[in-house]
């Protein structure tokens, strides 16, 4: 892989790597995302009901937006505006899965 550029994080997930444009203040929350991320795709991978990246992948975002859904009914997630640049920079890494 070649060398991201300097805004650039490099997140693995289900072993494979992606750049992701991130501002250095959301470096730490992209990292923690990302873990998360790859725990929950592992999981489904392992329940073996899921089969393929791209399946497992839409399920953890499901999975992870229903969460937040219900987070949200009860008052304890962040305010959406704080989730849009996460979500986006998702959408792209879920984007270049595609592409592959």
Do not use: F, W
């Given at each position: 892989?070649?060398?991201?550029?300097?805004?650039?994080?490099?997140?693995?997930?289900?072993?494979?790597?992606?750049?992701?444009?991130?501002?250095?203040?959301e470096?730490?929350?992209?990292?923690?995302?990302?873990?998360?991320?790859?725990?929950?795709?592992?999981?489904?991978?392992?329940?073996g009901?899921?089969?393929?990246?791209?399946?497992?992948?839409?399920?953890?975002?499901l999975?992870?937006?229903?969460?937040?859904?219900?987070?949200?009914?009860?008052?304890?997630?962040?305010?959406?505006?704080?989730?849009?640049?996460?979500?986006?920079?998702?959408?792209?890494?879920?984007?270049?899965?595609?592409?592959?």
């Amino acid at each position: 892989m070649s060398k991201p550029p300097a805004n650039a994080v490099v997140v693995r997930i289900l072993d494979r790597e992606y750049q992701v444009a991130c501002p250095p203040e959301e470096r730490d929350a992209l990292s923690s995302a990302a873990r998360q991320l790859d725990e929950r795709m592992r999981a489904i991978r392992a329940s073996g009901h899921v089969i393929g990246l791209e399946r497992i992948a839409v399920m953890a975002a499901l999975n992870l937006s229903h969460e937040l859904l219900v987070a949200g009914k009860s008052g304890n997630a962040a305010p959406a505006q704080d989730l849009h640049p996460l979500i986006s920079r998702l959408d792209k890494t879920l984007a270049q899965l595609d592409a592959e």
